[in-house]
């Protein structure tokens, strides 16, 4: 079935160094390609997103990368901040198709001050 | 501003007593979603409405329901919940399904089961 694989599970990093968190899909015809921050107690929310026409999109320090031949998409944070702590997942989706995410498994991010 | 509420944020039970959770959306968005959270896991999807059709996952166990009295409003309930049901469970929308709009989640109802 479709999935899609995020690592790495948990990250650390200092506070001002970058954080990359990578994922992999399965379904070729994934086109739509959601980031959500979720900190302790709250639900996901939307950081950035990136369509499967576009092969990277920034928002101030959050940048996301699509390389579709290898079916890998990726977030990286610059800058970081102790804010920035929380738990990260990518997601897919096929739009057009059922109207299901696939989520990624989820990187716990601490960044140390 | 436009958001997803659900209620109660917090909610304690007792084994096999049937309980309601709730999710409001003034988004008007067609999809609602209901998602079961456990332990910083993601989030695993228990079923969906497109507008009043109703979308079942194959795992989701029979004593998981919902219902969707209109645009606004979805109930997940939980018929005789297990210990095993203890988790955060979260609602979430999503707009036009033929175009890319991410999905809108509400900070959850977490659920305990004693």
């Known amino acids: 079935g479709e999935n899609v694989e995020q690592h790495p599970s948990t990250l650390s990093v200092q506070e001002g160094d970058s954080a990359v968190i990578k994922c992999t899909y399965s379904d070729s015809a994934s086109n739509y390609f959601p980031w959500y921050k979720q900190e302790l107690g709250k639900g996901p929310q939307l950081i950035i997103d990136?369509?499967?026409?576009?092969g990277e999109k920034k928002d101030q320090r959050i940048a996301v990368t699509l390389n579709k031949t290898a079916k890998h998409f990726s977030l990286h944070i610059t800058e970081t901040q102790p804010e920035d702590s929380a738990v990260y997942f990518c997601?897919?989706?096929?739009?057009?198709?059922?109207?299901?995410?696939?989520f990624g498994t989820g990187t716990r991010l601490k960044v140390l001050a | 501003d436009a958001m997803v509420i659900q209620n109660p944020r917090y909610q304690v039970t007792q084994f096999g007593k049937p309980v309601t959770l709730s999710c409001s959306q003034t988004l008007n968005h067609n999809v609602m979603y209901w998602y079961q959270q456990k332990s910083s896991q993601a989030p695993k999807l228990l079923f969906h409405y497109y507008d009043k059709d109703f979308n079942n996952e194959a795992d989701t166990p029979d004593n998981f329901q919902s219902r969707r009295p209109n645009t606004s409003f979805c109930f997940l309930d939980i018929r005789s919940p297990g210990l095993g049901d203890t988790a955060m469970y979260l609602c979430a929308t999503s707009g036009l399904v033929y175009s890319n709009q991410p999905q809108h989640f509400g900070d959850g109802t977490r659920l305990s089961i004693l």
């Open positions: 997601a897919s989706r096929r739009v057009g198709g059922t109207y299901k995410y696939i």
């Open positions: 990136i369509r499967s026409n576009v």
